[in-house]
């Protein structure tokens, strides 16, 4: 069965930019129709869906982030990204990876998740 | 602010039955199917229902899960100790285009 790991920095500078991926096992990112997504829970409080990417390159990306994030799919490697330009204290949060089982006009459909990775901002 | 609304909090005692709501409007839950996530604590969440009521391989049939309209609920039957968790519900809002969480609701097995 498909598992998903999330890997990368867990100390990043504010102003810079978090950069995390995701290595999925267990199966193909290109097989099925599937998208690739992220979402992130801040210490203490709900979650917050970041975006997603399909294996074309298609993305859907949360307004409210959409100007900073970039996702992107590598096929070869079977894993999938997140960058987040500018960031600052306010994200601070566990970062996780999930498997979007959604279509193109629908989504919220998260299986599996991988365990998380806690980004802190500081200097 | 969640664009779901849920109860913060809901309880009951063993072998209880609970329901956990979540609140939406015509662009998502009245649109579009709703997922539930129970949260564990320290843990990573996990699917419990989909497209409404649908339970994946392994979730005990304690779980089940209706919409109605721009609503949609969770319910806990038989409730054990080891349900206390954090539940989310999720769907896709059509006016974003982006899926949407609820606010979270606290699961306490009294």
Redesign the interface.
Known sequence: QVQLQESGPGLVKPSQTLSLTCTVSGGSISSGSYYW?WIRQPAGK????I??VYTSGTT????SLKSRVTMSVDTFKNQFSLKLNSVTAADTAVY?CVR???SR????????????TLVTVSS | QSVLTQPPSASGTPGQRVTISCSGSISNIGSNYVCWYQQLPGTAPKLVISRNDQRPSGVPDRFSGSKSGTSASLAISGLRSEDEADYYCATWDDSLSGAVFGGGTKLTVL
Do not use: A, T, V
């Not at chain 1, 709900?46 to 869906?49: D, H, M, N, V």
């Not at chain 1, 859907?60 to 307004?63: D, G, K, Q, T, V």
């Open positions: 997504g709900g979650l917050e869906w975006g997603r859907n990306y949360n307004p996780y979007d089982i959604g006009w629908s989504g919220g459909w998260f299986d599996p998740w991988g365990q998380g």
